[in-house]
């Protein structure tokens, strides 16, 4: 036994901007009381500050590992596996096997997103030597909430830096005012770049094109 219980969760998935983020933190006795200070839950309870300053704590202290796939990268996986929980289990795979070669972890905890056996199936060498708990609501052990923290920071961060590129404010989520970023983007850079800032699977899509179309 070594002591370390991972987990793993996402950032990104239900935003039609950004990429999608998974990360991966190993958990001992030792570093459990310093996110019990820093009061670390689920991520979707805090705001983006506060996310980002727990995050840097826990880049500082814990074992992490972090999956980045901007939507470049995402829309040509979309399109190859066809399927957002097969990504899904791709990234945590990768988060995972990652964080196997900085901390051997006995335990594996992961936001339940999907059948198991997407999950189980995409783990490579390392990670099939571990025990994987999937289960509904992860983020309520504290491993989930930590990697849930710097998945969120890091979707964050790299939401902004995309907006800072395009000269554009890419907002969070799928709401209107997200298709209405969309139309704007697609009016000053034309919809061929939009496959750079956005999941092209989502049905903001179609909304977005609909927009443009009545402001032309």
């Known amino acids: 036994m070594t ?15 950004g990429p999608l983020v ?3 933190a190993a958990i001992s006795v030792l570093e459990r009381p310093l996110l019990e200070e820093l009061y670390v839950r689920d991520s979707k309870k805090m705001s ?3 996310a980002a300053t727990i995050a840097a704590e826990l880049k500082k202290h814990v074992p992490h590992s972090i999956v980045v796939i901007m939507p470049e990268k995402y829309n040509e996986l979309y399109l190859k596996i066809g399927n957002l929980n097969k990504l899904l289990a791709w990234g945590h795979a990768r988060a995972i096997e990652n964080l196997l070669e900085k901390a051997p972890c006995d335990t594996v905890i992961s ?3 999907g059948k198991e056996e997407l999950l189980e ?10 025990k994987l708990i999937q289960q509904v609501r992860g983020e309520s052990e504290l491993s989930v909430a930590a990697a ?3 998945a969120r920071a890091e979707f964050v961060d790299c939401l902004y830096r995309l907006s800072q590129k395009w000269q554009l404010d890419l907002p969070k989520g799928a709401a209107p005012q997200v298709d209405q970023a969309g139309a704007a983007f697609i009016r000053k850079y034309g919809e061929k770049e939009l496959s750079q800032v956005a999941k092209l699977h989502f049905k903001n899509l179609q909304k977005v094109r609909g927009l443009t179309n009545r402001l032309l």
């Open 3 to 17: 002591g370390y219980i991972a987990g793993v969760d996402e950032s990104g998935k239900g935003d039609f901007f």
């Open 22 to 24: 998974v990360a991966a």
């Open 48 to 50: 983006d500050r506060r």
């Open 111 to 113: 936001d339940k997103f």
């Open 121 to 130: 199936r995409s783990l490579m060498e390392r990670g099939k030597t571990i």
């Open 148 to 150: 849930s923290v710097l």
